[in-house]
């Protein structure tokens, strides 16, 4: 009986550094550099000129065609997410920083993107009554 138990408690105690080690590795599998990459053969809306850069100690910086936002990254809670908390948000064109003053909030995600199982993030957005789709490859 006591084999028994001891056999069981391996097993449990093995599962548990496996599943420990699977989500470090997630998280450090999507460190890098995304840039906008449109799937051949959608009939899907894609924005393009978006960039990403994740970097190791949780820090990011994400841009698009009118924005710059900085702020810290993580994954949530089923790791098949990445959540983008703003910390910094700036406009690219330097008139519009003076007149719009944006706040951010990081106890609210700014951007969540998906992470799909070939590695590439996706996140869906609705601008003037329609879904468009930002979809991130990562280049480094």
């Known amino acids: 009986m006591k084999l028994l138990n001891r056999k069981y408690s391996l097993i449990i105690m093995l599962v ?6 699977t989500y470090h590795q997630s998280s450090v599998s999507l460190i890098g550099t995304y840039k906008s990459y449109t799937p051949k053969f959608s009939f899907k809306k894609y924005s393009i ?8 100690d ?7 065609c009118g924005n710059i936002s ?3 990254w993580r994954l949530n809670s089923s790791n098949d997410s990445v ?12 008139s519009l920083n003076r007149i719009n ?8 995600p700014l951007e969540i993107f998906y992470i799909e ?12 009554k329609s879904k468009y789709f930002t979809s991130l490859k990562k280049i480094k």
């Open 16 to 21: 548990i550094f496996v599943s420990s080690c």
């Open 49 to 56: 000129g978006d960039n990403l850069t994740l970097k190791s």
């Open 58 to 64: 949780s820090n990011f910086i994400y841009e698009n």
């Open 70 to 72: 900085t702020g810290f």
């Open 83 to 94: 959540l983008l908390f703003c910390v910094d948000f700036k406009y690219k064109n330097d």
């Open 101 to 108: 003053k944006v706040h951010c909030n990081p106890s609210i």
């Open 117 to 128: 199982s070939d590695g590439i993030l996706i996140n869906e957005f609705i601008a003037k």
